[in-house]
Protein backbone atom coordinates (compact mmCIF):
# COMPACT_ATOMS: atom_id res chain seq x y z
CA UNK A 1 0.00 0.00 0.00
CA UNK A 2 1.84 3.32 -1.52
CA UNK A 3 1.27 6.36 0.33
CA UNK A 4 -0.09 9.37 -1.40
CA UNK A 5 2.32 12.28 -2.34
CA UNK A 6 1.40 15.52 0.34
CA UNK A 7 -0.71 17.78 -1.95
CA UNK A 8 1.08 21.08 -3.80
CA UNK A 9 2.46 23.79 -1.08
CA UNK A 10 2.25 21.07 1.59
CA UNK A 11 5.65 19.51 3.28
CA UNK A 12 3.60 16.50 4.31
CA UNK A 13 3.31 17.76 7.98
CA UNK A 14 -0.23 18.47 8.12
CA UNK A 15 0.37 22.16 8.65
CA UNK A 16 -0.66 23.17 4.56
CA UNK A 17 -3.69 25.77 6.73
CA UNK A 18 -3.29 27.84 10.12
CA UNK A 19 -3.91 26.51 13.06
CA UNK A 20 -4.29 22.81 11.63
CA UNK A 21 -0.28 21.95 12.52
CA UNK A 22 -0.57 22.93 16.11
CA UNK A 23 -3.71 20.35 16.94
CA UNK A 24 -2.23 17.73 14.62
CA UNK A 25 1.79 17.71 16.29
CA UNK A 26 0.11 16.86 19.72
CA UNK A 27 -0.51 13.03 18.71
CA UNK A 28 2.01 10.65 18.12
CA UNK A 29 2.88 10.82 14.11
CA UNK A 30 2.07 6.83 13.11
CA UNK A 31 4.85 6.30 10.78
CA UNK A 32 5.25 2.58 9.41
CA UNK A 33 8.86 2.99 11.15
CA UNK A 34 6.83 3.02 14.49
CA UNK A 35 5.19 -0.12 13.74
CA UNK A 36 7.79 -2.08 11.89
CA UNK A 37 11.48 -3.04 11.47
CA UNK A 38 13.63 -0.07 9.64
CA UNK A 39 15.75 -3.17 7.68
CA UNK A 40 12.24 -4.73 6.59
CA UNK A 41 10.94 -1.59 5.45
CA UNK A 42 14.15 -0.98 3.28
CA UNK A 43 14.03 -4.29 2.02
CA UNK A 44 10.07 -4.08 0.67
CA UNK A 45 11.11 -0.44 -0.73
CA UNK A 46 13.80 -2.02 -2.60
CA UNK A 47 11.56 -4.82 -4.19
CA UNK A 48 9.15 -2.23 -4.62
CA UNK A 49 11.62 0.46 -6.39
CA UNK A 50 9.98 3.34 -3.97
CA UNK A 51 11.05 5.30 -1.07
CA UNK A 52 10.75 3.52 2.67
CA UNK A 53 8.59 6.79 3.61
CA UNK A 54 6.43 5.73 0.46
CA UNK A 55 5.32 2.14 2.33
CA UNK A 56 1.76 3.44 4.17
CA UNK A 57 1.15 -0.41 5.66
CA UNK A 58 1.30 -4.17 4.20
CA UNK A 59 0.08 -7.20 4.50
CA UNK A 60 3.20 -10.03 4.10
CA UNK A 61 3.54 -13.94 4.64
CA UNK A 62 6.10 -16.15 4.58
CA UNK A 63 6.18 -18.98 2.23
CA UNK A 64 9.03 -21.82 1.22
CA UNK A 65 10.71 -20.88 -2.08
CA UNK A 66 12.09 -24.27 -2.26
CA UNK A 67 9.86 -26.10 -5.47
CA UNK A 68 7.88 -29.58 -4.49
CA UNK A 69 9.98 -32.95 -4.14
CA UNK A 70 9.52 -36.58 -4.07
CA UNK A 71 11.54 -38.05 -2.31
CA UNK A 72 12.48 -41.03 0.26
CA UNK A 73 14.36 -44.71 -0.16
CA UNK A 74 11.39 -45.58 -2.91
CA UNK A 75 10.25 -41.99 -3.91
CA UNK A 76 7.31 -42.40 -1.64
CA UNK A 77 6.95 -39.11 -0.26
CA UNK A 78 6.06 -35.84 -1.66
CA UNK A 79 7.42 -32.98 0.14
CA UNK A 80 5.97 -29.35 -0.59
CA UNK A 81 4.32 -26.42 1.56
CA UNK A 82 0.81 -26.17 1.65
CA UNK A 83 -0.04 -29.34 0.41
CA UNK A 84 -3.20 -28.20 2.92
CA UNK A 85 -5.49 -27.94 0.49
CA UNK A 86 -3.21 -27.39 -2.43
CA UNK A 87 -3.39 -31.35 -2.85
CA UNK A 88 -6.75 -32.01 -2.93
CA UNK A 89 -7.65 -28.71 -5.56
CA UNK A 90 -5.27 -30.39 -7.43
CA UNK A 91 -6.71 -33.94 -7.40
CA UNK A 92 -10.40 -32.08 -7.69
CA UNK A 93 -9.15 -30.13 -11.21
CA UNK A 94 -7.27 -33.56 -12.47
CA UNK A 95 -10.41 -35.63 -11.67
CA UNK A 96 -12.56 -33.08 -13.11
CA UNK A 97 -10.74 -33.45 -16.43
CA UNK A 98 -10.67 -36.98 -16.57
CA UNK A 99 -14.28 -37.38 -15.83
CA UNK A 100 -14.48 -35.49 -18.53
CA UNK A 101 -12.09 -36.76 -21.19
CA UNK A 102 -13.89 -40.72 -20.50
CA UNK A 103 -16.61 -40.02 -22.58
CA UNK A 104 -20.54 -38.80 -23.10
CA UNK A 105 -19.87 -35.51 -21.69
CA UNK A 106 -23.68 -34.17 -22.32
CA UNK A 107 -26.09 -33.50 -19.10
CA UNK A 108 -28.30 -36.39 -19.70
CA UNK A 109 -25.40 -38.92 -19.61
CA UNK A 110 -24.07 -37.17 -16.38
CA UNK A 111 -27.28 -37.11 -14.98
CA UNK A 112 -26.32 -33.76 -13.29
CA UNK A 113 -23.83 -31.18 -13.52
CA UNK A 114 -20.05 -32.06 -12.42
CA UNK A 115 -18.48 -28.85 -10.51
CA UNK A 116 -15.48 -28.18 -8.59
CA UNK A 117 -15.33 -25.34 -5.71
CA UNK A 118 -12.20 -23.65 -4.22
CA UNK A 119 -12.77 -21.63 -1.47
CA UNK A 120 -10.51 -19.11 0.15
CA UNK A 121 -10.09 -18.36 4.20
CA UNK A 122 -11.05 -22.05 5.51
CA UNK A 123 -7.54 -21.72 7.97
CA UNK A 124 -9.29 -18.55 9.38
CA UNK A 125 -12.89 -19.50 9.46
CA UNK A 126 -14.52 -19.23 5.87
CA UNK A 127 -16.68 -16.02 6.68
CA UNK A 128 -15.38 -14.21 3.68
CA UNK A 129 -16.49 -12.86 0.70
CA UNK A 130 -14.02 -16.08 -1.32
CA UNK A 131 -14.85 -18.30 1.43
CA UNK A 132 -17.40 -21.07 2.33
CA UNK A 133 -19.37 -18.80 4.45
CA UNK A 134 -19.84 -16.62 1.54
CA UNK A 135 -23.05 -17.30 -0.99
CA UNK A 136 -20.89 -18.43 -3.95
CA UNK A 137 -21.78 -22.22 -3.67
CA UNK A 138 -25.50 -20.92 -3.93
CA UNK A 139 -25.19 -18.77 -6.32
CA UNK A 140 -23.60 -21.24 -8.56
CA UNK A 141 -26.37 -23.61 -8.19
CA UNK A 142 -28.74 -20.62 -9.24
CA UNK A 143 -27.10 -19.68 -12.18
CA UNK A 144 -26.59 -23.32 -13.41
CA UNK A 145 -30.20 -24.19 -13.04
CA UNK A 146 -31.11 -21.10 -15.25
CA UNK A 147 -29.13 -22.02 -17.70
CA UNK A 148 -30.11 -25.27 -17.87
CA UNK A 149 -33.88 -24.11 -18.28
CA UNK A 150 -32.77 -21.32 -20.49
CA UNK A 151 -36.21 -20.47 -23.00
CA UNK A 152 -38.67 -22.12 -20.62
CA UNK A 153 -41.31 -21.47 -17.65
CA UNK A 154 -39.32 -21.31 -14.97
CA UNK A 155 -40.21 -24.67 -12.74
CA UNK A 156 -41.30 -24.22 -9.14
CA UNK A 157 -38.53 -25.26 -6.39
CA UNK A 158 -36.26 -26.36 -9.32
CA UNK A 159 -33.41 -24.79 -7.25
CA UNK A 160 -34.28 -26.56 -3.82
CA UNK A 161 -34.73 -29.95 -5.92
CA UNK A 162 -31.25 -29.88 -7.07
CA UNK A 163 -30.30 -29.06 -3.81
CA UNK A 164 -31.80 -32.25 -2.54
CA UNK A 165 -30.31 -34.38 -5.34
CA UNK A 166 -26.72 -32.91 -5.30
CA UNK A 167 -23.78 -34.52 -3.63
CA UNK A 168 -20.97 -32.50 -1.95
CA UNK A 169 -17.52 -33.88 -1.40
CA UNK A 170 -15.23 -31.71 0.95
CA UNK A 171 -12.28 -32.78 0.74
CA UNK A 172 -9.35 -31.12 3.14
CA UNK A 173 -5.95 -33.24 3.79
CA UNK A 174 -6.08 -35.61 7.40
CA UNK A 175 -3.44 -36.37 9.91
CA UNK A 176 -1.62 -39.57 9.59
CA UNK A 177 -0.93 -41.76 11.85
CA UNK A 178 2.47 -40.75 13.22
CA UNK A 179 5.68 -43.61 14.22
CA UNK A 180 6.51 -41.24 17.23
CA UNK A 181 3.11 -40.62 18.63
CA UNK A 182 0.86 -43.33 18.21
CA UNK A 183 -1.22 -42.27 21.38
CA UNK A 184 -2.30 -39.31 19.03
CA UNK A 185 -4.75 -41.44 17.67
CA UNK A 186 -7.27 -44.34 18.22
CA UNK A 187 -6.29 -47.95 17.97
CA UNK A 188 -8.63 -48.59 15.05
CA UNK A 189 -8.49 -45.31 13.48
CA UNK A 190 -4.76 -44.44 12.24
CA UNK A 191 -4.63 -42.88 8.71
CA UNK A 192 -1.53 -44.04 7.26
CA UNK A 193 -0.37 -43.05 3.96
CA UNK A 194 -0.33 -45.21 0.73
CA UNK A 195 -3.50 -46.57 2.02
CA UNK A 196 -6.17 -44.20 -0.12
CA UNK A 197 -8.23 -41.26 1.16
CA UNK A 198 -9.31 -41.11 4.66
CA UNK A 199 -13.47 -40.63 5.53
CA UNK A 200 -14.12 -38.69 7.85
CA UNK A 201 -16.35 -38.86 10.84
CA UNK A 202 -17.67 -36.60 14.25
CA UNK A 203 -20.50 -37.09 16.27
CA UNK A 204 -20.69 -32.97 17.35
CA UNK A 205 -20.43 -32.04 13.18
CA UNK A 206 -17.05 -31.11 13.18
CA UNK A 207 -17.00 -33.33 10.15
CA UNK A 208 -20.25 -33.64 8.34
CA UNK A 209 -20.14 -36.80 7.31
CA UNK A 210 -23.02 -39.42 7.94
CA UNK A 211 -23.41 -43.31 7.85
CA UNK A 212 -25.37 -42.24 3.77
CA UNK A 213 -23.12 -40.21 2.50
CA UNK A 214 -19.54 -42.11 3.96
CA UNK A 215 -21.20 -45.44 2.60
CA UNK A 216 -22.31 -44.42 -1.26
CA UNK A 217 -18.32 -42.46 -1.01
CA UNK A 218 -16.74 -46.08 0.19
CA UNK A 219 -18.95 -47.88 -2.09
CA UNK A 220 -17.24 -45.77 -5.32
CA UNK A 221 -13.88 -46.85 -4.05
CA UNK A 222 -14.96 -50.45 -3.64
CA UNK A 223 -16.38 -51.00 -6.83
CA UNK A 224 -13.07 -49.37 -8.28
CA UNK A 225 -10.74 -51.53 -6.43
CA UNK A 226 -9.81 -47.99 -4.80
CA UNK A 227 -8.65 -48.06 -0.83
CA UNK A 228 -9.86 -45.84 1.63
CA UNK A 229 -9.92 -45.76 5.88
CA UNK A 230 -11.69 -44.35 7.64
CA UNK A 231 -11.19 -41.86 11.21
CA UNK A 232 -12.37 -40.30 14.10
CA UNK A 233 -10.49 -38.45 16.83
CA UNK A 234 -9.76 -39.13 20.46
CA UNK A 235 -12.67 -38.67 22.70
CA UNK A 236 -10.67 -36.83 24.89
CA UNK A 237 -8.54 -34.85 21.55
CA UNK A 238 -10.04 -31.75 20.34
CA UNK A 239 -11.13 -32.46 16.85
CA UNK A 240 -10.12 -29.78 13.63
CA UNK A 241 -13.32 -28.83 11.09
CA UNK A 242 -12.98 -28.34 7.28
CA UNK A 243 -15.70 -26.70 5.04
CA UNK A 244 -17.98 -29.94 5.05
CA UNK A 245 -20.11 -28.68 8.24
CA UNK A 246 -20.58 -24.98 6.60
CA UNK A 247 -22.07 -26.07 3.03
CA UNK A 248 -24.11 -28.72 4.67
CA UNK A 249 -25.44 -26.71 6.95
CA UNK A 250 -25.56 -23.51 4.56
CA UNK A 251 -26.88 -25.27 1.72
CA UNK A 252 -28.72 -28.25 3.19
CA UNK A 253 -26.03 -30.27 1.02
CA UNK A 254 -25.48 -34.22 1.34
CA UNK A 255 -22.07 -34.30 2.53
CA UNK A 256 -18.75 -36.52 2.99
CA UNK A 257 -15.55 -34.85 4.83
CA UNK A 258 -12.36 -37.07 3.30
CA UNK A 259 -9.18 -36.45 2.68
CA UNK A 260 -5.34 -37.64 2.10
CA UNK A 261 -3.73 -38.58 5.17
CA UNK A 262 -0.18 -36.33 6.02
CA UNK A 263 2.44 -35.15 7.62
CA UNK A 264 3.96 -31.96 9.69
CA UNK A 265 0.15 -30.07 8.42
CA UNK A 266 0.12 -26.31 8.89
CA UNK A 267 4.16 -26.59 8.94
CA UNK A 268 6.32 -24.64 5.73
CA UNK A 269 7.11 -27.85 4.55
CA UNK A 270 4.26 -30.79 4.79
CA UNK A 271 4.58 -34.46 3.56
CA UNK A 272 2.67 -37.02 1.93
CA UNK A 273 2.33 -40.17 0.07
CA UNK A 274 2.67 -40.40 -3.66
CA UNK A 275 0.51 -43.27 -3.85
CA UNK A 276 -2.32 -41.06 -2.14
CA UNK A 277 -2.30 -38.72 -4.85
CA UNK A 278 -3.14 -41.06 -7.50
CA UNK A 279 -5.58 -42.67 -4.96
CA UNK A 280 -7.38 -39.24 -4.57
CA UNK A 281 -7.56 -38.21 -8.15
CA UNK A 282 -8.90 -41.90 -8.99
CA UNK A 283 -11.35 -41.89 -6.12
CA UNK A 284 -12.55 -38.50 -7.09
CA UNK A 285 -12.57 -39.28 -11.03
CA UNK A 286 -14.64 -42.06 -10.16
CA UNK A 287 -17.33 -40.25 -7.80
CA UNK A 288 -17.82 -38.12 -10.89
CA UNK A 289 -18.46 -40.77 -13.35
CA UNK A 290 -20.45 -43.09 -11.07
CA UNK A 291 -22.72 -40.69 -8.48
CA UNK A 292 -25.76 -40.49 -10.56
CA UNK A 293 -26.51 -44.22 -10.95
CA UNK A 294 -25.04 -45.04 -7.70
CA UNK A 295 -27.04 -42.43 -5.84
CA UNK A 296 -30.29 -43.65 -7.98
CA UNK A 297 -30.13 -47.25 -6.50
CA UNK A 298 -29.60 -46.15 -2.78
CA UNK A 299 -32.63 -47.57 -0.93
CA UNK A 300 -32.59 -45.42 2.43
CA UNK A 301 -34.74 -47.06 5.46
Known sequence: LNRPAPPSGS?????????????????????????????????????????????????LQLC???????????????FSGRLDNLASSFAALQALLAAGESGDESEEA????????LFDNEECGSDSAQGAGSPLLLDAIRRVNAACTSGAAPSEGVVERSLQKSFVVSADMAHCHHPNYPEKHEELHQPKMHKGLVIKHNANQRYATTAVTAALFREIATCHGIPVQDFVV??????????GPILASGAG?????????????????????TEDI????????????????????????
Open 11 to 59: DGGGEGREGEGKAKGKGKKDEPAERHHPLLLQLLASELGCAPGAIADFD
Open 64 to 78: DTHPSAIAGALNEFV
Open 110 to 117: EGGVRMVL
Open 234 to 243: RNDTGCGSTI
Open 253 to 273: IRTVDVGAPQLSMHSIREMCG
Open 278 to 301: KHMVDHFTAFFQDFPTLDASLTID
